[in-house]
């Protein structure tokens, strides 16, 4: 059983910073993507940033320059910098594991909630 625990969440100010964790655990593929996605409220759930675990990256055009996702293979976390966060930042932030051994096998986070609001 593989679960993922996301953490990091909060309220802050346009212009602060955050820290997003998310560590899986279980019986994982080593050859895997994860990633972080978001959905704000009416909206659909979007891609943020993604990482294999060779260390390559897709980032959303909106978070470009500003969104930084990073890896520890050795502990199966990864992490979400975000800096100069705006307020249409503010959604739900979702934790994704993924690997294909086989088939194709998917797991998320429970969620965590990033606010941003003066």
């Known amino acids: 059983q593989v679960q993922l625990v996301e953490s990091g969440g909060g309220l802050v100010q346009p212009g602060e910073s955050l820290r997003l964790s998310c560590a899986a655990s279980g019986s994982i593929f080593r050859i895997n993507v994860m990633g972080w996605y978001r959905q704000a409220p009416g909206k659909e759930r979007e891609l943020v940033a993604s990482?294999?675990?060779?260390?390559?990256?897709n980032y959303a055009d909106s978070v470009k320059g500003r969104f930084t996702i990073s890896r520890d293979n050795a502990k199966n976390t990864v992490y979400l910098q975000m800096n100069s966060l705006k307020p249409e930042d503010t959604a739900v932030y979702y934790c994704r594991l993924r690997w294909y051994e086989g088939m194709q096998y998917e797991y998320w986070g429970q969620g965590t909630q990033v606010t941003v609001s003066s």
């Open positions: 990482r294999t675990n060779g260390g390559t990256t």
